[in-house]
């Protein structure tokens, strides 16, 4: 796991790139690679790599080449499969050099194509060159578990594992906030790939292969989703469990032993996790580490859960206890490394965890991330059926009912909170055919937060629906799909990939060079969840039916019978009251915020007022804390990545050294840049 | 100031408007997405305090909390069930 950079000239004439810009795009990104940096050069393409040495410790260097030096790679990630792949290429005729999963890339390129990458089972964000077409083929993997950021400037195609990294490279770019983008998060949480949060720059979407030469791009999906049919189920629940079993003990495996190092779990003490982890823990011979984040705040601690599978599992446990000033104190550099404006403070117990699996020797972490979308884990999904269920008969005084098997606060709360609540679940519910119904409640609370936004950013986004922009980016077959199928899929289109395995995920690993394994994602566990029928996922309301029968011995009864709680984290609340650092006063006031240009001062004046006066024993809503959060981590990401200059770090010092240019060649061994 | 005004000051307040010429005394607050469920509650907490009046259970209603307008007729009208109180005349706006 690493990081990658590179550019290719997209036309004729123009002079050599100087080195000088690829070490700057790999030094920025030492932080996914500390381990090795490889670069490589030619008269029309560069390659830099920054690695994290997993597999092949010994000759795994890259950039990597074909046997006969025309088809290069720099990669990031995993391809899991690349075992099974290797043995199918040797019979076809090709030789190996390494031990390694990249050389895999090369060669399966050479014999398939782009076909090559529907064949593998991994996470990955990959950039070939094939020198003799002068033709750049990116591609990244079906969910997105890894970054690839792009972006056309001086008549070149520059692209990165991190915007950073490109910033970094050409610091002569306009370094500026994309309307689109702000409106996209401020609804989605995320932006949706292609989109970005900043002017110019675009990401690689999951599931896609890009081919780029002077003489055009083509940009094509080699995945899509495909969902079960309404068909009738082929086999009974207890029998889709067994296979949903076998599949998740493979990925486990794979996850486990396709590594040159040890991999350790993380442990929320929710049922994804500790499945993971129950699974890791019947792979792992010796030593397995799990790791969890605990909460001063007992309103989000999961202590208890936690404790009881570490100790079912005989796990090295680690326990991380996380306070409101570690948020704060982190929260910077949580937003630097995230790249995005965040809602949440969720992302920065799981910087701070990250850091600690270092600290503990281990590179690799298992997660149970996935699960939710995958088998329909979500009280979005249940609250969608309910939602549906009442739109079929709007008038019925019955059917919204339901809402309190969902909410069962709601049952204890007084009437006017109850009627509130059927009016905030009812709203459009005669609309309940419509694709994005369920995710509407979501989407729109979120979206009141452009109120905030400055008169100038509202007018730019005045005929801009971010809404209907992404229903009308589905795929063709999205019709034909079950609600519930289309729900999961605009929640693994957004949520999982914008956020979760982002902001939440790579980010906050690769921050302190620890690679995540997602067993929930694996390619085989996906088809198969996917084709299974809505029933089989979402039983009357009962959420992850399938899942809760595969972990029925593996982990606690208590465990899998538990209410599912959702990950939070202290959010407005980490940030006011004594002790607050004067930066948060300072990214609040009339200057800061006039500079951003994103938000109104007023209204920023008036959120941060009711925020102090909350610190003194006030309730804060869910709303005012998204707000808090939105308003400080896009002051952040604008202060950090858009008005500081980005450095030039001291160069890092490159062990694969490949120039074609000036003829210099330093290869693992030979030393670097050895005259050749 | 006047009830609506008073009202209409809270609310640009608590809910930080950032234009406040966007925000008509009828404009139906849940339903533009300026106020959610908990924001309501808000509100109530709000009028309860600053005007000494209850919300019962049954009057936590659209037609009675969905405006600037709409909630400082319903203040009225409280204030007027709830017999001769000190203020005047001046203080309910025309609704």
Redesign the interface.
Same mark, same amino acid.
């Given at each position: 796991m690493c990081g990658i950079a590179g550019f290719v000239a997209l036309r004729e004439g123009l002079p050599p790139q100087s080195l000088d810009e690829l070490t700057a795009m790999v030094s920025a990104l030492r932080h996914r690679g500390p381990d090795e940096f490889g670069l490589y050069r030619d008269a029309h393409a560069g390659l830099g790599h920054a690695r994290l040495s997993v597999i092949d410790l010994l000759t795994g260097q890259q950039p990597l080449c074909n046997e006969d030096g025309s088809l290069w790679v720099t990669f990031n990630g995993e391809i899991f499969n690349y075992v099974e792949l290797r043995a199918e290429l040797e019979a076809l005729g090709h030789r190996f050099r390494t031990r390694s999963d990249t050389e895999v890339i090369v060669h399966a390129y050479e014999s398939w194509a782009e076909q090559a990458f529907e064949r593998f089972n991994g996470q990955f964000a990959i950039a070939l060159w094939d020198s003799a077409e002068e033709t750049l083929i990116l591609a990244r993997d079906r969910l997105g578990v890894r970054p690839l950021y792009l972006c056309e400037h001086g008549g070149r195609l520059w692209f990165a594992s991190e915007v950073k990294a490109i910033f970094a490279g050409a610091p002569a770019l306009t370094r500026a906030f994309d309307p689109v983008g702000l409106a996209e998060t401020f609804t989605f949480w995320t932006v949706v790939p292609p989109q970005s949060v900043f002017q110019g720059v675009t990401e690689l979407e999951p599931g896609h292969v890009r081919r780029i030469s002077r003489r055009g791009t083509v940009d094509r999906a080699f995945w899509t989703p495909r969902y079960a049919e309404g068909a009738a189920p082929a086999s009974s629940p207890g029998e889709a469990a067994e296979r949903v079993r076998a599949a998740l003990e493979d990925a486990v495996r794979l996850r486990m032993l396709r590594a040159d190092v040890p991999v350790g779990s993380y442990l929320s003490g929710g049922l994804d996790s500790s499945l993971v982890a129950a699974l890791g823990r019947r792979v792992s011979g010796g030593r397995f580490c799990t790791f969890s984040v605990r909460f001063e705040d007992l309103e989000f601690d999961e202590t208890p859960y936690q404790r009881a599978v570490a100790e079912r599992l005989e796990s090295e446990h680690h326990e991380l206890v996380v306070s409101r000033e570690d948020i704060r104190a982190a929260f910077p550099a949580v937003v630097a490394h995230a790249e995005r404006p965040l809602l949440r403070t969720g992302p920065a117990p799981l910087f701070l965890l990250s850091r600690q699996v270092r600290e503990a020797g281990i590179k690799v972490v298992l997660t149970g991330e996935g699960a939710d979308e995958m088998f329909a884990g979500y009280d979005l999904f249940r609250e969608g059926k309910i939602r549906r269920f009442w739109g079929r008969q709007p008038e019925s005084a019955l059917r919204p009912r339901l809402l309190e098997r969902l909410y069962p606060y709601l049952v204890r709360s007084?009437?006017?909170?109850r009627?509130?609540?059927r009016?905030?679940f009812g709203?459009g519910r005669a609309q309940w055919d419509t694709p994005g119904f369920a995710h509407q409640p979501r989407w729109?609370?979120a979206?009141?937060l452009q109120?905030?936004?400055?008169?100038e950013l509202?007018d730019r986004l005045r005929r801009v629906d971010v809404v209907e922009r992404l229903l009308a980016s589905v795929p063709a077959e999205f019709p034909g799909w079950s609600s519930l199928a289309q729900d999961q899929y605009l929640e693994a289109r957004t949520l999982l990939s914008g956020y979760l395995l982002s902001s939440q995920g790579d980010r906050m690993l690769m921050a302190h060079s620890i690679e995540g394994r997602f067993p929930f994602l694996d390619a085989h566990v996906v088809e198969l969840a996917n084709g299974l029928p809505d029933a089989f996922k979402l039983r009357g309301l009962d959420e992850k039916h399938v899942l809760k029968r595969v972990a029925r011995g593996l982990v606690p009864d208590g465990v899998v019978e538990r209410s599912k709680q959702p990950y939070r984290a202290p959010d407005a609340q980490a940030f006011v009251g004594p002790g607050a650092p004067g930066w948060i006063e300072d990214l609040t006031s009339e200057r800061a915020v006039g500079d951003a240009g994103v938000?109104?001062r007023?209204?920023?004046a008036?959120?941060w007022?009711?925020c102090q006066a909350s610190a003194a024993g006030g309730q804060l809503?869910?709303?005012d804390n998204m707000?808090l959060v939105g308003v400080l981590s896009t002051a952040l990401l604008h202060e950090q990545l858009i008005r500081q200059v980005p450095s030039r770090a001291p160069g890092v010092e490159f062990r694969t050294f490949v120039d074609r240019l000036s003829g210099a060649c330093g290869r693992p061994g030979s030393g670097i840049a050895a005259g050749v | 100031m006047t009830v609506q005004q008073r009202i209409r000051a809270f609310i *640009? &307040?608590?809910?930080?408007?950032?234009?406040p010429a966007e925000l008509a005394d009828d404009a139906l607050l849940? +339903?533009s997405?300026?106020v959610?469920?908990?924001?309501? *509650? &808000?509100i109530?907490a709000f009028v309860e305090e600053e005007f000494g009046i209850r919300?019962?259970?049954?009057? +936590?209603?659209?037609d009675n909390l969905e405006s600037i307008e709409r909630i400082a007729s319903f203040v009225a009208r409280k204030r007027q069930a709830n017999g001769p109180t000190s203020f005047t005349s001046g203080d309910v706006s025309a609704a």
């Open positions: 007084p009437v006017s909170q009627t509130l609540a009016e905030f709203r729109q609370s979206a009141a109120r905030l936004f400055s008169a509202r938000f109104d007023g209204a920023v008036r959120l007022r009711k809503s869910n709303f707000a | *640009l &307040e608590n809910f930080y408007v950032s234009d849940v +339903t997405g300026l959610d469920s908990t924001g309501v *509650l &808000e109530i919300v019962r259970d049954d009057e +936590t209603t659209p």
